[in-house]
Every structure is written in structure tokens, then in C-alpha cells.
């Protein structure tokens, strides 16, 4: 599951729902927002709110989406592109909300949904782009399978993304960073694009794809983590991976 900032807010307790509002009343709060956050979405709820903000050039969506300072500044910067964030915790979601919301964003809706079910969400090939920033690293060999990045996630993803679109993943675990560099190498019907071991000492090594062109690497926009370790003077490491209709292996050196 990809992480977002702490959040210390006490968890409601199992009891009725009036006294979970009383303790923690984000429970409550995550239903004031029905424009931009679909507190119990299905597919069909998110089809028709995108419906209602009219056609986009392309979709992209934030997995783990925290308290929105990824998505929003993305959304405000390309109002003409749609966008959809994936978060669990009601504080978290809120927070994202009213932000989107301040920031005048009609083009981006979040979902109370686990990242695993993202492909649940999007009709082949409809998807531009995948964003996971530090995801949960799961360090210990016997957690490794609950990482989100994983073979059958990839197939999900596959389905959903149209031909060329990206996965983009920002981590700070070394280790998650091979991982995602080795199912890249092992997975047909992916190219890698970009990778960074250390994302913010000078620019990504670029893949030279597409008739021998480099692909230009987008303006990075910050998450919190990413700016807790950029404090902490910590390496953010960066991988991009692209659907190819036809497979290719990806060079990992130049």
C-alpha cells in the first residue's frame, strides 16, 4: 500500500457510527465533499462524474494519494487533463479534498479505495499515467509479497494504461528500487523509460526510445515524503516504465 505522511489522528473506535464521528469526525467530514470525493466509489460513480467534467486529452492517476499535495499541484497546473486519487484514510481524503476544492480543481475526483484496486476503475487502454510516490516498502524478505509493485499488479495495469503509457515510482528504499528495476527486466510488454538513483543529483538517465529520441523527463513535482527526505538529505530514487505493444528489453546501461 503506498504511504502517506503520519497522520496521528486517534482511529475511530468500533462502536456506532455516532460516537466514531465524535472521535474522529474526518469519518464524518469525507461526506461533504461529493463533488471531488466519492467516499463509497464504484466504477460507475467515477465514470459519471468524469462524464460531468467533459472529454480530456488524457487521465492520469495518483496511487496513495495522502492529503493531496501531489495531485493538487498536478491538477491545478493542467486543468485540462483529468485526474484520480486513490487514499483510504478519511483525514487524509478530507484534507485532500479542500484543497481541490480552494485550488478551484473540477478536473480531479478522489476515491476511498485501496491502490490494489485501480485497475477495478478504468476501461482498457483509457489510462495515461500511473503515479507511485513511497510506497510501503515492506522490507523484510517474508513481507515482500504485499509489495504493491508486483507482477499481478503490473498485469493490472497493463490492461488499463493505453499503448506508451507510463508507471512512475518514486521510493526511497534501495531495495524497492532493484525490485522494481528486476520485474521490469522480467515482465514482457514493458520498456523502461527513466530511472534516477538518486532523483534530485542531476537529471535521470534517459532511455533512448521512440526513433532514437530522449524522452524528456517532466518537471518533478514533490510529494511530503519527498520533501521529509530531501531534508534529511536522504536519495529519492525514480523509475519509469512504459507499455509497449511490442516488447523490447530494457538496456540498464549505457
Same mark, same amino acid.
Given at each position: 500500500m503506498?504511504r502517506?505522511? +503520519?497522520?496521528?489522528?486517534?482511529?475511530?473506535m468500533?462502536r456506532?457510527?455516532?460516537v466514531?464521528f465524535?472521535?474522529? !469526525?474526518y469519518?464524518?467530514? =469525507?461526506?461533504?465533499? +461529493?463533488?471531488?470525493?466519492?467516499?463509497?466509489?464504484?466504477?460507475?460513480?467515477?465514470?459519471?462524474?468524469?462524464?460531468?467534467?467533459?472529454?480530456?486529452?488524457?487521465?492520469e =492517476?495518483d496511487?496513495?494519494?495522502?492529503s493531496?499535495?501531489f495531485? =493538487?499541484?498536478?491538477?491545478?497546473?493542467?486543468?485540462?487533463?483529468?485526474?484520480?486519487?486513490f487514499?483510504?484514510r478519511?483525514?487524509?481524503?478530507?484534507?485532500?479534498?479542500?484543497?481541490?476544492?480552494?485550488?478551484?480543481?473540477a478536473?480531479?475526483?478522489?476515491?476511498?479505495?485501496?491502490?490494489?484496486?485501480?485497475?477495478?476503475?478504468?476501461?482498457?487502454?483509457?489510462?495515461?499515467?500511473?503515479?507511485?510516490?513511497?510506497p510501503? !516498502?515492506? !522490507?523484510?524478505? #517474508?513481507?515482500?509479497?504485499?509489495?504493491?509493485?508486483g507482477?499481478a499488479?503490473?498485469?493490472?495495469?497493463?490492461?488499463?494504461?493505453?499503448?506508451?503509457?507510463?508507471v512512475?515510482?518514486?521510493?526511497?528504499?534501495?531495495?524497492?528500487?532493484?525490485?522494481?528495476?528486476?520485474?521490469?527486466r522480467?515482465? +514482457?510488454?514493458?520498456?523502461?523509460?527513466?530511472?534516477?538513483?538518486?532523483?534530485?543529483?542531476?537529471m535521470?538517465r534517459?532511455?533512448?526510445?521512440?526513433?532514437?529520441?530522449?524522452?524528456?523527463?517532466?518537471?518533478? =513535482?514533490?510529494?511530503e515524503?519527498e520533501?521529509?527526505?530531501?531534508?534529511?538529505?536522504?536519495p529519492?530514487h525514480?523509475v519509469a516504465v512504459?507499455k509497449?505493444?511490442? !516488447?523490447h528489453? +530494457?538496456?540498464? #546501461?549505457?
Amino acid at each position: 500500500m503506498p504511504r502517506s505522511p +503520519p497522520d496521528r489522528t486517534p482511529m475511530p473506535m468500533p462502536r456506532t457510527p455516532d460516537v466514531a464521528f465524535r472521535i474522529n !469526525p474526518y469519518t464524518r467530514w =469525507v461526506y461533504d465533499h +461529493p463533488e471531488r470525493l466519492l467516499a463509497e466509489p464504484t466504477p460507475a460513480l467515477l465514470d459519471r462524474a468524469r462524464r460531468s467534467a467533459g472529454p480530456a486529452p488524457r487521465l492520469e =492517476v495518483d496511487l496513495g494519494c495522502g492529503s493531496g499535495n501531489f495531485l =493538487v499541484q498536478l491538477a491545478a497546473a493542467h486543468r485540462d487533463r483529468h485526474y484520480v486519487g486513490f487514499e483510504l484514510r478519511y483525514k487524509r481524503l478530507v484534507k485532500a479534498a479542500r484543497k481541490l476544492e480552494r485550488q478551484g480543481c473540477a478536473n480531479a475526483w478522489l476515491l476511498r479505495e485501496a491502490a490494489e484496486r485501480c485497475g477495478d476503475y478504468f476501461a482498457p487502454a483509457t489510462v495515461d499515467c500511473v503515479y507511485i510516490n513511497f510506497p510501503d !516498502p515492506w !522490507p523484510r524478505r #517474508s513481507q515482500w509479497k504485499k509489495r504493491l509493485f508486483g507482477k499481478a499488479f503490473l498485469e493490472d495495469l497493463q490492461r488499463v494504461l493505453k499503448p506508451g503509457g507510463e508507471v512512475r515510482l518514486k521510493t526511497d528504499h534501495s531495495g524497492y528500487f532493484l525490485h522494481a528495476l528486476q520485474l521490469i527486466r522480467d515482465l +514482457p510488454g514493458w520498456r523502461l523509460s527513466q530511472f534516477a538513483n538518486d532523483l534530485h543529483q542531476g537529471m535521470p538517465r534517459v532511455q533512448q526510445c521512440h526513433g532514437n529520441l530522449p524522452r524528456v523527463m517532466p518537471r518533478n =513535482v514533490e510529494t511530503e515524503f519527498e520533501q521529509l527526505f530531501l531534508s534529511k538529505r536522504q536519495p529519492v530514487h525514480f523509475v519509469a516504465v512504459e507499455k509497449v505493444d511490442q !516488447p523490447h528489453g +530494457p538496456a540498464l #546501461s549505457q
